[in-house]
């Protein structure tokens, strides 16, 4: 019979366990789902043998709070959880959020900030010799010196400043399973230094093998060039099969060390991973605080992917999954949804078929299996490569079983896709599939900007490319007789946006009809290519300088002249139009953006008294005959 894993040890004597294998500390409470990493980790180790026990969201003021179960006998396991610990509890703007999605009933407050150290030092405070493996995103893009935006500090490798003694970074099933198997065998956990995707401690650089050293700490912190110059060699050593050993020396006797990353999971070990007994919800003690918000989202979802070849400069991926994409097969994908449409809440909704990229069912290339990517070049950008494979026909064919499956009404894409992928496709199937049966009025796409040299930083397409997709997608749906929009992402203050770019983009918004409720402003996160921009001012890819906007006022002007209709951000508009010479754009005039003075009436918007003669969207219909007023399109999501 299935049962949760021992959160206590009452339960770890119930289940007739003496002693554990290990203990995993979580940030996150403990849900049995494949959705979340500790979920995956946890019942792969249990499929091998090993017993594990959970402590979640352990009081972190309280050492005794991580000893629950006694020391364990190989070791402890550590995640801070699905997200990063500081982007979980604070807002870009670094003000705290109120709720946390993943502790029950939503309560803030339950995690510490840069919970992976916090856990690993209070695990130290009472074990002293145990090992302490880490891993999760937090961990994994932070096994580096690295740049934190929360302290604007060049930060050491978390694996210093924890007090644990391995990383397992990206995806940890092939690690971690080794790192176990060793422990098993009596090897010590110092001793363990030569395992793939895992970051290492080592006192003498004797005995560092085949690596390329980086420079050091101090090199790193007097100099953000140097800085620059070593995260790229990093970035470009994601490969699973390119990349070398690094070395990052602190001192003369303590060197950081990465192993090259793990060899990606064929799709039958990707199968057997998510045929592991979970449970598919949260622990049951939760229930009496209303449960998990986060497991919402993902519940009646389907992770068909891992990895993604995108290469935004922005997200994380390439530093954590890796650019090779890794798949389940069809009959994985449709044994789970058989299994979900049983459980009783689900009312016919698949609300997600994807992973970090949905319309990513393959590696983009052939020779990925064998010789791994490009190291200096993507698949995408600046234009999809002459060798990529865009055909779309296994997820088409995917799609269409699962909607053939009794109950179910529909299923939905939101995980996002990449419309310069799907244009590179030159059948239609795939777009007309998608049209007819997976969009629900709305399909939102991430354009995030529409300026040259900007999306260039981004690594995102031209926005030409943008611009064919919304025509097809518009000549698609008035061929279906159907009527839905596309709700464009869209990110102000990227390095390379100046308020020039900013403006920019506000036109756009304004031919096109479109005021996002709310907008993402860039959030430079751990590890990735725009970060170090954030941090340098250098694009660590060409050497060339960033103009990067900083200020706070600076970017709350770029924020608002994206939502320039919105009466509160009347006087930020117009200090930005000034200061670049657009005061061409406060008029009456049809391509005006805000009217040359403000109404005293604070009850009128302004948007009824002016007159909206912006271009219609070019994927709305608009009926002369029953005079009919485009409406704004209004982008409503959660900010992140």
Not at 467 to 495: A, C, I, W
Not at 525 to 532: A, G, N, R, V
């Amino acid at each position: 019979m299935k049962q949760f894993l021992p959160i206590s040890r009452a339960d770890m004597q119930a289940q007739g366990i003496e002693q554990l294998d290990f203990v995993y500390v979580i940030g996150d409470a403990y849900v049995d789902h494949p959705s979340f990493g500790h979920a995956i980790i946890s019942r792969l180790l249990e499929s091998r043998g090993y017993r594990v026990g959970i402590i979640s969201q352990p009081d972190w003021k309280d050492p005794e709070s991580i000893c629950i179960y006694g020391e364990p006998r190989l070791g402890f396991l550590v995640s801070a959880g699905n997200m990063d610990s500081m982007v979980n509890h604070y807002s870009v703007s670094k003000k705290r959020r109120r709720t946390d999605a993943y502790t029950p009933g939503g309560e803030m407050g339950k995690r510490p900030d840069h919970a992976c150290v916090v856990y690993g030092n209070l695990i130290r405070q009472k074990y002293k010799k145990t090992a302490v493996i880490m891993g999760g995103i937090e961990a994994s893009l932070r096994r580096m010196a690295h740049y934190d935006y929360w302290s604007d500090k060049l930060k050491r490798s978390i694996l210093l400043d924890s007090g644990a003694d391995i990383v397992s970074y990206g995806m940890g099933e092939r690690s971690i399973l080794e790192i176990a198997e060793a422990l098993e065998a009596g090897i010590p956990i110092e001793e363990i230094t030569y395992i793939d995707g895992t970051v290492v401690k080592i006192k003498e650089k004797e005995k560092i093998y085949d690596a390329q050293f980086l420079p050091s700490y101090e090199e790193l912190k007097a100099d953000r060039k140097m800085y620059a110059k070593s995260f790229y060699t990093q970035y470009l050593n994601t490969d699973a099969f390119s990349g070398k050993r690094l070395a990052e020396p602190y001192s003369e006797h303590l060197y950081v060390v990465q192993n090259p990353p793990s060899k990606p999971l064929s799709v039958t070990e990707m199968d057997d991973i998510y045929d592991l007994p979970y449970m598919r919800t949260y622990h049951p003690s939760y229930k009496a605080k209303g449960g998990i918000p986060a497991i919402s989202e993902i519940r009646f979802s389907l992770i068909s992917n891992r990895g993604c070849f995108g290469g935004c400069s922005f997200c994380a991926l390439t530093f954590h999954q890796g650019r090779i994409v890794q798949v389940r097969s069809h009959e994985s994908l449709i044994k789970e949804a058989e299994q979900m449409v049983e459980e009783k809440d689900f009312k016919g909704y698949i609300h997600d078929v994807g992973g970090p990229t949905a319309n990513f069912r393959h590696p983009s290339c052939e020779k990925q299996l064998r010789h791994g990517v490009c190291a200096t070049k993507q698949c995408l950008f600046p234009a999809p490569c002459k060798n990529i494979d865009a055909d779309h026909s296994d997820y088409v064919a995917l799609l269409r079983k699962l909607r053939k499956i009794p109950k179910v009404k529909k299923v939905f894409i939101r995980s996002g896709i990449r419309f310069d992928y799907l244009l590179a496709d030159k059948k239609n199937t795939f777009l007309k599939e998608l049209c007819q049966y997976h969009v629900s009025g709305q399909l939102k796409v991430a354009p995030e900007h529409i300026s040259a040299p900007v999306l260039s930083l981004m690594g995102k397409p031209e926005h030409r490319i943008y611009e064919e997709f919304t025509r097809q997608f518009k000549k698609m749906n008035e061929r279906l007789g159907m009527d839905q929009y596309l709700v464009p992402y869209l990110m102000s203050s990227h390095p390379g946006s100046t308020l020039k770019e900013a403006v920019e983009l506000a036109e756009y918004c304004r031919d096109l009809g479109y005021m996002p409720e709310q907008v993402q402003d860039f959030y430079p996160t751990p590890s990735t290519l725009s970060t170090c921009m954030y941090y340098t001012g250098i694009d660590p890819r060409t050497g060339q300088s960033v103009y990067v906007p900083k200020s706070p006022h600076e970017k709350a002007m770029q924020r608002a002249l994206i939502q320039y209709r919105d009466p509160k951000h009347y006087d930020l508009v117009l200090e930005a139009l000034r200061k670049t010479g657009r005061m061409d754009l406060v008029g009456y005039g049809p391509k005006c953006l805000i009217r040359p003075g403000r109404e005293k009436d604070s009850t009128n918007t302004g948007r009824e008294k002016q007159v909206n003669t912006s271009k219609k969207p070019a994927y709305k219909k608009i009926d002369k005959k029953t005079n009919y007023k485009k409406k704004t399109i209004r982008n409503v999501h959660r900010k992140k």
